[in-house]
């Protein structure tokens, strides 16, 4: 069974005070893009790559591809406005019935070689997987006053991580369910799995290197993390 990757690449940016959408901004003369292209490039295991990206920047996409001649990416298509539009874009790009498709955030430059091949082996036993890492932080739960109704057990508290991984036929299904509940919206693909009970989600740890860059400040924690990968 073949092993796809999908990367999102079509966010806006508009948290992160730049002038372009931070998937495309350079560190150490490389975008985050490029980061996160080249970790699935040089797995053994990911067969083809596919790239949802903004349709503002398709141009600069397909420079960026171009120059560095990747050799597993088969198509480089133009996202919707939300995260879910996106995601469903990408696997629908599969042309196989059967396959495994690993869905990754562009601006995760850092996933680690060990996850990626972690999940795969994952996904011969289950049809979901999540990536995430226990957390050291109280969560509360608050109302819409600010008063907090609930402090879960935070042994049971996992914060998320990309990429998420699912049998192609599952997701799919779970992305046309979707589109029709007009009730529901998410912002990321594992919620839309459970949303319909297609599956259990298998949760494999993640990294702490494995961060998504939102804020001005990820940028830095970013440039810090490559000093550290290069040491």
Do not use: W
């Not at 591809?65 to 629908?92: A, H, T, V, W």
């Not at 998504?212 to 490559?226: F, G, Q, R, S, V």
């Amino acid at each position: 069974m073949k092993n796809y990757a999908v990367i999102l690449a079509s966010g806006r940016g508009s948290r992160s005070g730049l002038d372009i959408p931070k998937q495309f901004y350079k560190i150490s003369g490389k975008t985050l893009l490029e980061y996160s292209v080249e970790a699935f490039e040089s797995n053994k295991n990911i067969d083809s790559i596919i790239i949802v990206t903004n349709p503002d920047f398709m141009d600069l996409t397909k420079k960026i591809i171009r120059e560095n001649n990747y050799k597993k990416i088969i198509k480089i298509l133009s996202g919707g406005s939300k995260r879910q539009e996106s995601s469903f874009i990408g696997i629908s790009a599969i042309e196989e019935e059967n396959a495994n498709v690993l869905i990754h955030d562009a601006v995760r430059p850092f996933i680690s070689q060990e996850i990626i091949n972690n999940c795969i082996t994952a996904l011969k036993t289950y049809k979901a997987v999540n990536v995430a890492i226990e957390t050291s932080d109280t969560i509360v739960e608050t109302d819409e006053n600010n008063i907090i109704k609930n402090v879960p057990d935070r042994k049971f508290l996992r914060r998320c991580q990309t990429p998420q991984c699912f049998d192609l036929k599952t997701i799919k299904k779970a992305h046309l369910l979707a589109k029709n509940d007009i009730d529901f919206s998410a912002t990321d693909d594992c919620s839309i799995v459970l949303r319909y009970n297609l599956s259990e989600v298998y949760v494999i740890k993640g990294d702490d290197f494995n961060i998504k860059i939102t804020y001005p400040l990820d940028l830095e924690i970013a440039e810090k993390i490559l000093n550290l990968k290069k040491d």
